[in-house]
């Protein structure tokens, strides 16, 4: 959460900044990066905040230029003067900036992999996924937003604590949610969807609640990324980036403009939240649409979370009316990629000004429905996928044929790949403008795959990315600044991206590509390599080499951590089933394959499941948790040893605490060490992936018709081990040599891209040899 101006030491974050000057908050970042005396923050935890003092004195030399006066302000005022009048108003701005920008502390990201990892499938049983989403962004928004609600709640918990009423409790939460929802419009059917839960215990299930209610308010996106991560949702399901969002409303609106902004497929709301950012304090309205009722209740929760009054229907007349239904300033919009639901009725009925889009894919169907939504003169910005920029399907180039030559495309933007949690699918934003005819011969292409900064396994579009791309493209509309037409302007070394204007005429001659690719001298000697790529490589390189030297660091005479061993004739000897308890998996008649599943439930461990002599962290399948009760005694702890039973034999792998209670297959064994033995699991395991050991059991395994170890074949193998301290000081010295194995192999990854990244900067001559 942004935190509150303080009133006693005048404090601002750069979107109450924002908000106080009425530009965008990517404006505010933008001036921080371009001039060296804007003022030096101040920090408070992760935020960066300003003196308002020293704002206000930097600001007097800023001057308003005619376009940028707001109504009320004369010609020669300065951003100091608006700043201060501001002052009045401070506490409603402030609180503005306070929930619509939630920011996302380390603890939330601890509580939802919490919450997303195996409490998800403890407490949703059978029931899909989503239910249990709506479960905890529900309970995130009253945490948060309605503290009498939430008062409710832990009165309801601590009174069922005797009987444990799970299905009493989630009743309750239903009903609550319902009729939450209800008094904003939204009709969805939160009480059936909780009362699909199916949690293993009472316990679970509060501890569900209390996680949820202890995350931050920046916790309700991760959430709904989490869930498009894990249920690898199509393109219609998963939500939109929030700097995604972002920087299409910074693109279209201006701070404090009054319109009526539509986003006719809500996913998650991020696109109206964005816009309400810019024109809520003026009055503006925002609304949406969607065809699938579990995405509205998210998006009606988030919203409610910002708070933002929802207001997302789902009662379209038709899949594709062929009357107009909305007259929108501005539409902003992710539709879904790629996807169609021909040959419905839709097809029959649709009016398609601009010719008729194929049968087998939608995305240009949802383009003329955009423009379709606005009113003359307004404008839009669809995410569309890159490859609907110069598709060689008939039906699309001719569409983008009469979209060029109408005059309606006005930018293409491509954007950094992995926005997406859930797809590395690269998309772009088309800006679209509702003309009859042509108010400019040009049409501007941005090419922004260098930009973002990559968080975990996808990249985010930061403030400055957005402020550097709307400065460009905002100048362009205006025709105050920007590329004339047909002039190349290559951004490389500060800004990592690249800009063109093409005359329409040009366009024509390129198949009526709209792929920036296509001007920007994608594949062809002239495009400037890209400078945040050569500094990402460099970092990977200093923190894998840092790495590497810290593991390097050891006593000096002992690099190695060994010497000379006096040999093991003195060892202890016996066989595997003096040292464990051996336990086959169930049989396939006890647990047939119609009983498995790839949702929800517990996992199976199968051989294809072992790597490295590790299992992988995403099996590919699972039992229902009632199902799993009947076998408890096949169940596997930390530390327990799991070899093949049947099929090629491969290193046994160890079980680490994460897989605690997975279940074994028919095809696999189980050896757990007994308390009386005096043997390391870890050793064991070790001495299980040598040679001979592996030897020795792929043997008795391929003396049958199909490779099978039988449990009491495996018996007998005889190990050989030395005193318990020995043992570990063997593991740990293993242990060491792996991790430094690992991060050699990440040192040499890290120089191999350094050297491709380089070789792109050397060969161009952006940088050079010394």
């Known amino acids: 959460m942004e935190p509150a101006h303080d009133e006693q030491t005048g404090l601002l974050t750069r979107t109450q900044i924002a908000h106080r000057l009425r530009v965008s908050r990517p404006a505010v970042s933008n001036w921080a990066r371009?001039?060296?005396?804007?003022?030096?923050?101040?920090?408070?935890?992760?935020?960066?905040?300003?003196?308002?003092?020293?704002?206000?004195?930097?600001?007097?030399t800023r001057g308003l230029r005619p376009r940028q006066l707001l109504k009320g302000e004369r010609a020669g005022t300065t951003y100091a003067d608006r700043f201060g009048r501001a002052t009045g108003r401070r506490g409603t701005a402030t609180k503005s900036a306070r929930i619509l920008s939630p920011q996302i502390e380390d603890g939330d990201r601890q509580a939802v992999d919490q919450l997303m990892d195996r409490l998800a499938d403890r407490v949703r049983g059978p029931a899909a996924m989503a239910d249990f989403v709506n479960l905890c962004l529900f309970v995130m928004y009253v945490r948060h937003a309605e503290p009498e609600q939430w008062r409710r709640i832990e009165h309801l918990m601590a009174a069922g604590e005797q009987a444990q009423n799970v299905k009493g409790l989630l009743g309750s939460l239903g009903d609550m949610a319902r009729e939450t929802l209800r008094q904003h419009g939204d009709r969805t059917d939160m009480r059936g969807s909780l009362l699909n839960l199916q949690p293993r215990s009472w316990d679970d299930l509060i501890a569900a609640v209390h996680t949820a209610?202890?995350?931050?308010?920046?916790?309700?996106?991760?959430?709904?990324?989490?869930?498009?991560?894990?249920?690898?949702?199509?393109?219609?399901?998963?939500?939109?980036?929030?700097?995604?969002?972002?920087?299409?409303?910074?693109l279209m609106l201006a701070p404090g403009e009054k319109a009526t902004v539509l986003d006719p497929y809500t996913r998650g709301g991020e696109m109206l939240a964005a816009a309400y950012r810019h024109v809520g304090d003026a009055g503006g309205t925002v609304y949406g649409e969607t065809l699938d009722g579990r995405l509205q209740s998210v998006a009606s929760l988030y919203l409610l979370h910002l708070g933002v009054?929802?207001?997302?229907?789902?009662?379209?007349?038709?899949?594709?009316?062929?009357?107009?239904?909305?007259?929108?300033?501005?539409?902003?919009?992710?539709?879904?990629?790629?996807?169609?639901?021909?040959?419905?009725?839709?097809?029959?009925?649709?009016?398609?000004?601009?010719?008729?889009?194929?049968?087998?894919?939608?995305?240009?169907?949802?383009?003329?429905?955009?423009?379709?939504?606005?009113?003359?003169?307004?404008?839009?910005?669809?995410?569309?996928?890159?490859?609907?920029?110069?598709?060689?399907?008939?039906a699309e180039r001719e569409i983008r044929a009469a979209l060029v030559r109408t005059g309606v495309v006005e930018s293409v933007i491509v954007l950094p790949p992995h926005l997406f949690s859930a797809t590395p699918v690269p998309v772009s934003l088309w800006l679209l403008r509702r003309v009859e005819r042509p108010v400019r011969e040009d049409v501007l292409f941005v090419d922004a795959q260098g930009l973002g900064e990559k968080r975990r396994r996808r990249r985010v579009l930061r403030d400055t990315d957005s402020a550097a791309i709307t400065e460009v493209v905002r100048a362009w509309f205006d025709r105050a600044g920007g590329p004339e037409p047909g002039e190349d302007v290559l951004r490389t070394a500060d800004q990592g991206f690249s800009v063109t204007s093409v005359l329409r005429k040009d366009i024509v001659g390129e198949e009526y590509s709209l792929h920036p690719g296509d001007y920007l001298g994608g594949g062809h000697y002239g495009a400037a390599p890209v400078a945040a790529r050569l500094g990402e490589a460099e970092d990977a390189v200093a923190a894998y080499g840092d790495r590497v030297r810290l593991l390097d660091q050891r006593e000096p005479g002992l690099e190695y951590g060994y010497r000379p061993g006096s040999g093991p004739d003195h060892w202890e000897e016996k066989t595997l089933v003096q040292l464990c308890e051996i336990r086959p998996g169930l049989s396939y008649t006890r647990l047939p394959a119609s009983a498995r599943t790839a949702d929800a439930g517990v996992p199976l461990i199968f051989p294809q499941d072992f790597v490295g002599g590790r299992i992988v962290d995403e099996?590919?399948?699972?039992?229902?948790?009632?199902?799993?009760?009947?076998?408890?005694?096949?169940?596997?702890?930390?530390?327990?040893?799991?070899?093949?039973?049947?099929?090629?034999?491969?290193?046994?792998?160890?079980?680490?605490?994460?897989?605690?209670?997975?279940?074994?297959?028919?095809?696999?064994?189980?050896?757990?060490?007994?308390?009386?033995?005096?043997?390391?699991?870890?050793?064991?395991?070790?001495?299980?992936?040598?040679?001979?050991?592996?030897?020795?059991?792929?043997?008795?395994?391929?003396?049958?018709?199909?490779?099978?170890?039988?449990?009491?074949?495996?018996?007998?193998?005889?190990?050989?081990?030395?005193?318990?301290?020995?043992?570990?000081?063997?593991?740990?010295?293993?242990?060491?040599?792996?991790?430094?194995?690992?991060?050699?192999?990440s040192y040499a990854s890290a120089l191999g891209g350094l050297r491709a990244e380089l070789a792109e900067h050397l060969l161009h001559g952006s940088v050079e040899s010394l």
């Open 213 to 250: 209610a202890r995350a931050g308010v920046g916790a309700f996106q991760l959430v709904w990324e989490s869930f498009s991560v894990r249920e690898g949702l199509q393109s219609s399901e998963f939500c939109s980036p929030v700097g995604l969002a972002s920087l299409a409303a910074d």
């Open 309 to 394: 009054r929802p207001k997302v229907s789902s009662n379209r007349s038709d899949r594709w009316p062929p009357l107009r239904e909305h007259h929108a300033d501005v539409v902003l919009t992710n539709p879904p990629f790629n996807m169609s639901d021909a040959p419905g009725p839709g097809r029959r009925t649709g009016n398609w000004p601009y010719g008729a889009p194929p049968r087998g894919n939608d995305n240009f169907a949802w383009v003329q429905y955009v423009l379709q939504a606005l009113v003359p003169g307004g404008r839009a910005a669809v995410v569309m996928p890159v490859k609907a920029g110069n598709s060689v399907n008939a």
């Open 34 to 60: 371009r001039y060296e005396d804007f003022p030096t923050p101040v920090r408070s935890g992760d935020a960066e905040l300003f003196r308002e003092a020293e704002i206000g004195r930097w600001l007097v």
């Open 619 to 745: 099996p590919r399948h699972r039992v229902s948790w009632q199902m799993a009760e009947r076998f408890k005694k096949f169940e596997v702890h930390a530390n327990d040893i799991v070899c093949v039973r049947t099929g090629a034999q491969q290193q046994p792998a160890l079980v680490s605490s994460s897989q605690e209670a997975w279940l074994l297959s028919a095809n696999v064994t189980r050896l757990r060490v007994l308390r009386t033995a005096e043997i390391d699991p870890r050793y064991l395991h070790a001495y299980l992936g040598l040679r001979h050991a592996r030897e020795w059991m792929s043997h008795r395994a391929a003396a049958t018709a199909a490779p099978s170890l039988r449990s009491e074949a495996l018996g007998h193998l005889p190990v050989r081990f030395p005193p318990i301290e020995q043992q570990r000081r063997c593991v740990e010295l293993l242990r060491d040599l792996h991790q430094s194995a690992e991060a050699y192999a």
